[in-house]
T-cell receptor, first 115, second 115 residues
């Protein structure tokens, strides 16, 4: 079965600093990988996705992520964090099986931005 | 442009009461999902419906039932609520195809407290 690990529960960065959120996955086949963001009291919004091809993918709000098959990782990065980026971030791996299509989520990383 | 709509947004129940959480999507998606979100545990899949007329159990189905009423609507029912079902519930939908790879779109959530 697939699984996702987000080792950092909480991260605090200063506004303008760079950001990297870690995500490691376990899946036997080629994974479909996603990053979602959840602002307080809101649902989840898709930031970016990786299906195949270029291992560096760009998303919304200036985020990017790099797929590294050898490390089973899909880390999320942003060069300069804004105060509005404070939220919870979820990494997910997708599978397509005969019985349906599912996402398995990590436990999330809570990002705090200091002004 | 509603997307995925969940009702109600908030609900307080007493132990043993029943209720139905409603979800509707207007994106003509074939698949729909119910998750629960608990602190430190990320999102866990309760039930999903790969297509109209089918439903399947997810990771944590005990204590819940679902109905895929039509292509647009997917409801979650708690027959006899328990305090352990206090959580935030999210509905999601997706158009599962080789192209979209199950990108899921989420509603804003229902915050349920069982006393």
């Amino acid at each position: 079965a697939q699984s996702v690990t987000q080792p950092d529960i909480h991260i605090t960065v200063s506004e303008g600093a760079s950001l990297e959120l870690r995500c490691n996955y376990s899946y036997g086949a080629t994974p479909y990988l996603f990053w979602y963001v959840q602002s307080p009291g809101q649902g989840l919004q898709l930031l970016l996705k990786y299906f195949s091809g270029d291992t560096l993918v760009q998303g919304i709000k200036g985020f990017e992520a790099e797929f590294k098959r050898s490390q089973s990782s899909f880390n999320l990065r942003k060069p300069s964090v804004h105060w509005s980026d404070a939220a919870e971030y979820f990494c997910a791996v997708g599978t397509i099986t005969g019985g349906g299509n599912k996402l398995t989520f990590g436990t999330g990383t809570q990002l705090k931005v200091e002004l | 442009n509603a997307g995925v709509t969940q009702t109600p947004k908030f609900q307080v129940l007493k132990t043993g009461q029943s209720m139905t959480l409603q979800c509707a999507q207007d994106m003509n998606h074939n698949s729909m999902y119910w998750y629960r979100q608990d602190p430190g545990m990320g999102l866990r899949l309760i039930y999903y419906s790969a297509s109209e007329g089918t439903t399947d159990k997810g990771e944590v189905p005990n204590g819940y039932n679902v109905s895929r009423l039509n292509k647009r609507e997917f409801s979650l029912r708690l027959e006899s609520a328990a305090p352990s079902q206090t959580s935030v519930y999210f509905c999601a939908s997706s158009h599962t195809s080789a192209l979209t790879k199950n990108i899921q779109y989420f509603g804003a959530g229902t915050r349920l407290s069982v006393l």
